[in-house]
């Protein structure tokens, strides 16, 4: 029984990603960002630019643009949606929850995840964890370039 589970779950997060992919969500850039980061993985050619606009203390919008392998355009894609509204300080909680759970951590808060529990399989394939985190890394870029222009 747990198995058959375990693969209608693969399947599941197979789906979430492959949507998000052809699909992406917030795809662009925007015009006055608040704040702008580009990253990239030398090793397999992902490039990825996040763009902030964030106010009061919140993420009010965020756009990517991206080129790669479709995980870390899905990632990108997930992640936008997952900050959009979301204070700084819940958006760092939520970067930290998200490596955890990539990184392999004991204890990780799936829950606060949502859909990004669906890229949790691709830490089977570790050459490809630096796929699924580069846009957070990137976004994690552009909140310390934030911080420093609010000095």
């Avoid at 747990?2 to 209608?8: A, L, S």
């Avoid at 009010?60 to 392998?69: I, N, P, Q, T």
């Amino acid at each position: 029984m747990t198995v058959h589970r375990d693969i209608e779950l693969d399947e599941l997060y197979r789906e979430i990603i492959l949507d998000h992919y052809r699909n992406p969500r917030n795809r662009g850039s925007l015009d006055q960002p608040s704040a702008t980061s580009e990253g990239d993985n030398p090793l397999c050619g992902d490039e990825v630019r996040v763009d902030l606009d964030i106010r009061d203390g919140r993420v009010f919008d965020v756009r990517f643009l991206a080129k790669g392998c479709s995980i870390s355009q899905a990632s990108a894609s997930m992640m936008t949606e997952a900050i959009k509204g979301r204070s700084l300080a819940e958006v760092e909680s939520l970067f930290e929850t998200f490596k955890g759970m990539m990184y392999g951590a004991d204890e990780v808060d799936m829950e606060a995840l949502g859909d990004l529990e669906a890229l949790q399989g691709v830490r089977k394939f570790p050459v490809r964890v630096k796929c699924a985190t580069l846009a957070w890394n990137t976004l994690q870029g552009a909140l310390e370039e934030f911080r420093k222009g609010q000095g």
